[in-house]
């Protein structure tokens, strides 16, 4: 059983970028929702986030609930969920280097995603790159995703604090993306899912600006989706925006 989530959604260029190379999808009756930011420059970023998504959504509705289905290998010690989410990222991964291959001044384009697939009482998510997925509970805001960038790896090794990374001119340098190489490297888990759970995907366009701290602050403060949504990108214009950004909020009914 899909459980229902209420959902609301924004998207921005940013005020100083040309283009909108970020997308999303909502896809409520598959239990499906995912970000994606495109990478590549003029034009190639935002064909590759369109294909991610469209070429998720495709796997998802062609494999159904069968296993027989998947044209990738599943992995028998997994979760179908998970096998689910893998699948359609690997398809969506060579579906985006294929056209690259066909579309020469595409070359070297590129998406991060991170996707949500809500089934019964769980919420499985996967994602590759720095787009990010916050649980939003008992009032406190917890990331559940780590960047896959050069900064969160200079963090980890403790040659940068969170607060320098922030600022640091290679905070948009991500070391895992869709269309990047023919395998790719996923983390993906799981959660248990209650009424009233909220969770919050977005693209680094958010969080390279706005603190974690503030978006708590705006989600305490308020209930509704859509006002959630238009304050939290409201927030990133008025410190400049530099990049597109892109703010997805979901919560779990039931």
Not at 2 to 20: C, D, M, Q, T
Not at 30 to 41: H, S, T
Not at 98 to 115: F, I, N, R
Request: one cysteine or more.
């Amino acid at each position: 059983m899909i459980p229902k989530i209420n959902w609301a959604v924004k998207s921005h260029k940013g005020l100083l970028r040309e283009e909108n190379e970020d997308s999303y999808l909502c896809e409520p009756e598959l239990g499906l929702f995912l970000v994606v930011d495109g990478m590549g420059g003029h034009e190639a970023g935002e064909v590759a986030a369109s294909i991610a998504c469209q070429s998720i959504k495709e796997y998802m509705i062609k494999t159904g609930n069968s296993p027989k289905k998947m044209p990738v290998s599943f992995k028998k010690d997994f979760p179908f969920e998970w096998n689910r989410l893998l699948g359609a990222l690997s398809y969506a991964n060579g579906k985006i280097i294929k056209y690259a291959e066909q579309k020469k001044y595409l070359s070297g384009m590129g998406t991060t995603v991170v996707a949500c697939l809500f089934n019964n009482k769980k919420v499985s998510y996967a994602h590759v790159g720095d787009s990010r997925l916050y649980l939003f509970k008992e009032e406190k805001l917890k990331p559940l995703t780590e960047d896959h960038s050069w900064v969160q790896e200079q963090i980890k090794l403790g040659y940068l604090s969170k607060e320098e990374a922030q600022h640091h001119p290679l905070k948009n340098v991500v070391t895992r993306a869709l269309g990047g190489a023919s395998k790719i490297s996923v983390d993906i888990a799981d959660l248990s899912i209650e009424k009233g759970d909220r969770f919050l995907l977005c693209t680094d366009g958010l969080n390279t600006v706005v603190s974690e701290d503030l978006i708590e602050e705006i989600l305490k403060r308020e209930r509704n989706l859509e006002i959630c949504t238009d304050r939290l990108v409201e927030e990133t214009l008025k410190r400049g925006a530099p990049d597109n950004v892109t703010v997805m909020l979901l919560e779990v009914v039931f």
